[in-house]
């Protein structure tokens, strides 16, 4: 028997499962079901993440900031967060005027020159030294007066994979190995059917609540339900994925140095859309206004 209201969760993500994860906590008398499909691709299932908190929008580094607070003071994340920093080399100096305007002092902008006199002058602990010298031999190979070298403190790698075992674990028992393929709307805009792949078909009352958070996927889902949404420019991009072998001998190299970026303006990726879009809907009214119903 199905209790008063009951929310449905599309996907576990790291969105979904956040919020399966904070209601379980907060309002654990509820009913939540979550599906996922277990897509290999997802984001979620990625090994390793790294947060950063410098942006050149004062916004996002605001935010930012808060979260990568969180990551490293909250005990249940920090114990698979670990500070690395992260060496930027680049050309771009439009944009790291943008990112320094956001900061108290701006971050010191080195030249091979300037780090060798760092290198010499200063006392350095061996992971920096280790660190500035790799700068260092890249600008040297480079040999692009344009390129400027800058440490910063922002980045941290998370081990992902373990992170979010361990928020799973106890949910297990809430989430649904199943793929939605069409959510059907009714009357007022409101879900009324969820249909997962092989033919079940869940029905959805009035006084539930329906969250898509299926990352990359949303897209497909909403298009398969003849769902439209208010915004304009909803674009869910695809997923990303590279690959890296390492040996144990690349790996003994590159341990304890930090994350690198290398980026000149004329490397910068454009999109002529949005690049990425994900969409929570919290609410079941979702529908553009006139009823609609999912088909396929
Ligand atoms: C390769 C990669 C690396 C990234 N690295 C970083 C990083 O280092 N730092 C950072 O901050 N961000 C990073 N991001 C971005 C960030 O990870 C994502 O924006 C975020 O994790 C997306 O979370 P999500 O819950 O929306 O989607 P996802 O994590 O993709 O989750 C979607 C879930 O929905 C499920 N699903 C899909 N379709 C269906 C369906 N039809 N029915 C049921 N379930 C379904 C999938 O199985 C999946 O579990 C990275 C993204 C990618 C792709």
Redo the contacts with the bound molecule.
């Keep these: 028997m199905r209790r008063s209201s009951t929310k449905f969760i599309?996907?576990?993500?790291?969105?979904?499962?956040s919020l399966l994860d904070h209601v379980t906590r907060t309002r654990p008398s509820d009913e939540v079901i979550a599906?996922?499909?277990?897509?290999k691709e997802?984001?979620?299932?990625?090994s390793?993440?790294?947060?950063r908190s410098l942006y050149t929008s004062a916004r996002r580094t605001e935010i930012a900031t808060g979260n990568h607070r969180k990551w490293m003071t909250i005990p249940r994340l920090s114990k698979y967060c670990e500070r690395i920093g992260r060496i930027e080399i680049t050309d771009d100096v439009d944009k790291l005027d943008a990112i320094d305007a956001n900061l108290p002092t701006p971050r010191e902008r080195h030249t091979e020159q300037s780090i060798e006199e760092l290198l010499s002058t200063q006392t350095l602990s061996a992971r920096e030294c280790r660190c500035f010298e790799f700068a260092a031999s890249l600008l040297k190979t480079a040999n692009d007066p344009s390129l400027c070298c800058l440490w910063n403190e922002d980045n941290a790698v998370i081990d992902w994979n373990l992170c979010i075992d361990e928020i799973r674990k106890p949910l297990r028992s809430k989430i649904r190995q199943?793929?939605?393929?069409i959510l059907v709307v009714g009357k007022g805009g409101l879900i009324r059917e969820i249909h997962l792949e092989g033919g079940d078909i869940i029905p959805v009352r009035e006084e539930d609540e329906v969250c898509l958070?299926?990352?990359?996927?949303t897209e497909?889902?909403l298009k398969n339900s003849v769902i439209t949404t208010p915004l304009k420019k909803l674009r869910c991009v695809g997923?990303?994925?590279f690959h890296l072998k390492l040996t144990d001998l690349h790996w003994d190299y590159i341990r304890d140095l930090p994350a690198l970026s290398f980026q000149t303006k004329d490397m910068n990726c454009r999109f002529s859309s949005p690049p990425?879009l994900?969409i929570l809907i919290s609410k079941r009214r979702i529908s553009t206004g006139s009823d609609k119903r999912g088909g396929g």
């Design positions: 599309i996907g576990t993500g790291v969105f979904g499962l599906f996922d499909s277990g897509e997802s984001a979620v299932n990625d390793y993440k790294i947060t199943a793929k939605v393929n958070a299926a990352g990359a996927w497909e889902i997923v990303f994925t990425a994900k």
